[in-house]
């Protein structure tokens, strides 16, 4: 079975459909709300809406998923032309059953991860006991950032995107 984490953010067009879309091609287990985030990186850019969420299929192994988010990201129009800038969809690989990988396409766990609340916030509320690999729990992870971080991770009042 290839469980996988993934991460989800928009900041171009229509946000929450762009979200939608992962979840409607890749019928997760489990789906975050939607959180809106200040950019990272690139501060210069309209704010992000991000979400988690908890993907299964014993077809899958790590690359596949990364394929399937790139594919996901394609059809949303996401054209690469500035590192951490704007986007219509970002579709990142977290963690896959705990599989490692210092692979430059696919670097496994994500190496933003322990120090992005906006990632380990959604991932805390549908997984409470989450280990990212070689870090420890998320919810100490979370716990180790600083508050204005923690902060600026603010849920919206979107409706949740559903997996079903």
């Known amino acids: 079975m290839s469980r996988a984490v993934l991460s989800l953010g928009s900041n171009l067009g229509d946000r929450l ?16 709300s939607v959180y809106e985030t ?10 992000f809406l991000n979400a988690v969420c908890v993907v299964d299929d014993p077809a899958r192994d790590h690359w596949a998923w990364l394929r ?3 594919e996901l990201e394609r059809a949303a129009g996401r054209v690469r032309e500035q590192r951490w800038g704007p986007r219509t969809l970002d579709v990142d690989v977290v963690t896959v059953d ?10 496994l ?3 933003g991860t322990p120090t992005r609340a906006s990632v380990l916030i959604p991932w805390l509320e549908i997984e409470p006991d989450a280990v ?23 849920r919206t009042a979107a409706a949740p995107i559903s997996p079903k």
Not at 18 to 29: K, R
């Open 17 to 32: 459909g762009f979200l939608a879309s992962v979840v409607t091609a890749l019928h997760p287990v489990a789906v975050s």
């Open 38 to 47: 200040k950019p990272w990186g690139v501060e210069d850019q309209p704010d």
């Open 68 to 70: 399937a988010g790139q």
């Open 98 to 107: 705990g599989v490692r990988s210092t692979d430059p396409e696919l670097l």
């Open 109 to 111: 766990p994500h190496p």
């Open 132 to 154: 990212l690999p070689g870090h420890g729990p998320i919810a100490a992870l979370l716990e180790a950032l600083p508050a204005d971080e923690r902060a600026g991770v603010v």
